[in-house]
């Protein structure tokens, strides 16, 4: 991730949640700073925990008008 706010940080925050799913859950560290998401982050594991030390997501581009997270079957 960029992590500047304005690059899209989708793709890399989505290869985490993907990874930690795959290893059955974990948590996932974000550090400090301001992610841009410009498209929904899938979620299907619900064995998975942000640990968000002061991060924030800006959800822009297509997420904008969704959620930027989408839990399915979590």
């Known amino acids: 991730a960029v992590v ?5 940080d989708t793709a890399a925050i989505q290869a ?4 930690m799913a795959a290893a059955g859950g974990g948590i996932i560290t974000v550090p400090y700073g301001s992610y841009r998401l410009d498209d929904d982050v ?3 594991s619900s ?14 581009g297509s997420a904008a008008t969704s959620r930027g997270f989408f839990f399915q079957g979590a």
Do not use: E, L, S
């Open 4 to 8: 500047d706010g304005v690059t899209d």
């Open 16 to 19: 985490a949640v993907t990874a």
């Open 42 to 44: 899938t979620i299907t």
């Open 47 to 60: 064995n998975i925990i942000f640990d968000m030390q002061n991060a924030t997501f800006k959800v822009a």
